[in-house]
């Protein structure tokens, strides 16, 4: 789904015009890297949170090669159960 039929969808559904729904996803997405590094939750999918990953070594698949992999901070996204249910089917 692109943004553009997200926001057609979100704007039918709440009566808005379709300009104020980008407008308002535009907003969450500002919101969301301005917060992503305190863990931000968008309640029923997930939350994207930041994870310090350890320095480490792995290989060059072309040549085989030892390389060392530099420590880093990354972006994940932890989605939730309800979302994992509504969509996998609960057991």
């Known amino acids: 789904m692109t943004?553009?039929?997200?926001a057609a969808a979100?704007?039918?559904?709440?009566?808005?015009k379709k300009k104020q729904a980008v407008a308002i996803l535009d907003h969450i997405?500002?919101?969301a890297?301005?917060?992503a590094k305190n863990t931000?939750?968008?309640?029923?999918?997930?939350?994207?949170?930041?994870?310090?990953?350890?320095?480490?070594?792995?290989r060059n698949p072309?040549?085989?090669?030892?390389i060392q992999i530099p420590a880093k901070r990354v972006v994940k996204f932890r989605v939730s159960k309800a979302c994992k249910d509504a969509i996998l089917g609960g057991k």
């Open 40 to 58: 931000f939750t968008l309640p029923g999918i997930g939350k994207l949170v930041l994870v310090n990953r350890k320095a480490r070594i792995g």
């Open 62 to 66: 072309a040549t085989g090669e030892q």
């Open 3 to 6: 943004k553009s039929q997200l």
């Open 29 to 31: 997405a500002e919101l």
């Open 10 to 16: 979100i704007a039918e559904r709440a009566g808005l």
């Open 33 to 35: 890297y301005k917060h």
